[in-house]
């Protein structure tokens, strides 16, 4: 093979390579998945339904120069610089680790949530508060660590999140506290000046994601299986998959029913990011209804903009708007099994 030849392959080797697989500093979200949630959740010996409650997923990825490309020409892609989505300084490993700790969170909010509602018997015992991530230049880098567990501020005893973020918000900016951590079973004390934090809205913070450490025990039991999603937006639809396993009743009525929202430990539904594209993904699955949360009705909530998505591809999927989990439950009681969900 003559040299000029050679020369031509190697370049149009490294073009494709660079096209299929150099990382450019942008991300792309994309429509994921809607699926069942029978194969995710297990309460044993639960109850089983005539339809389903689905799990909705937005695809995300860094990407390549050819995924970029596609995503400037495809529907229902968005392009973001990559700084917007991971933290300055976090890495893709603690960044997913930090994801998946949001999740085992939402996976024990619903929980609780469901119980209660079901009057299942449910113990909660708390043991402080996991850091699930340090932000980089922040007041606690270099000083905390992702898994460490905090007790203490201050000599207070810390038993869930709300209660250092609700000390914390008593401070002033330049305040020092004492925080009081366990990291790999070993006791240890440092202390924090307080700064103001723009994602605060300039209020006084160190820099750190927080998950509580719950150690929530109910009977019967219940198992998820939901591998490498991450995340707290499924919180809303474990719940009504758990209470509709718990219950004698099928509130399911035989529909196809998706959603999404994080959910607090009494039943408040919080907003998601990348509504529009669950949209999307839930009713390419054939989903008849889809819960939104509703964010008390303010302008450019999550129902809006799902709204606004399910009339662009012209569904016939009925978008309803929650702010609580008894709101999409009421929805769900209220429903004709012999008709549609209605529009």
Do not use: C, W
Request: proline share 4%; charged share 25%; glycine share 8%.
């Amino acid at each position: 093979m003559k040299k000029k030849h050679v020369l031509s392959l190697l370049l149009i080797f490294v073009a494709v390579y660079f096209l299929a697989f150099f990382k450019l500093p942008y991300y792309i979200y994309k429509p994921g998945s809607a699926d069942p949630l029978n194969p995710i959740v297990k309460v044993e010996h639960g109850f089983s339904s005539k339809g389903d409650m689905h799990l909705v997923t937005v695809s995300g990825a860094q990407a390549t120069p050819m995924q970029f490309l596609l995503a400037k020409v495809l529907p229902h892609h968005e392009i973001l610089p990559l700084d917007q989505v991971l933290p300055d300084g976090i890495t893709d490993d603690e960044y997913m680790h930090a994801q998946l700790q949001m999740m085992e969170s939402s996976q024990e909010a619903s929980t609780v949530v469901a119980y209660e509602a079901a009057n299942g018997k449910i113990k909660i015992k708390y043991s402080g508060v996991y850091v699930a991530l340090v932000m980089k230049d922040m007041p606690a880098d270099g000083i905390l660590k992702m898994g460490d567990r905090i007790i203490g501020i201050d000599g207070r005893k810390i038993k869930e999140a709300d209660d250092l973020l609700d000390y914390v918000a008593t401070k002033q900016a330049n305040d020092t506290i004492e925080v009081e951590f366990v990291r790999n079973d070993k006791k240890m004390t440092k202390m924090i000046t307080l700064e103001k934090l723009a994602d605060l809205g300039g209020k006084p913070g160190i820099g750190i994601q927080l998950v509580t450490d719950r150690d929530v025990s109910v009977e019967p039991k219940v198992k998820f299986s939901s591998g490498q999603i991450g995340g707290p937006s499924a919180g809303l639809m474990f719940s009504l998959e758990i209470y509709d396993q718990l219950t004698k009743e099928d509130i399911t009525k035989g529909y196809e029913i998706a959603g999404t929202g994080e959910i607090d430990y009494d039943g408040n539904v919080y907003r998601i990011g990348g509504i529009d594209k669950k949209v999307v993904a839930a009713d390419k699955e054939g989903v008849d209804i889809f819960f939104a949360p509703n964010e008390k009705g303010k302008a450019n909530s999550n129902y809006q903009v799902a709204l606004k998505k399910a009339k662009e591809i012209n569904t016939d999927m009925k978008i309803v708007p929650v702010d609580t989990f008894h709101d999409a439950i009421t929805y769900l009681k209220k429903l004709d099994e012999s008709k549609g969900a209605g529009t």
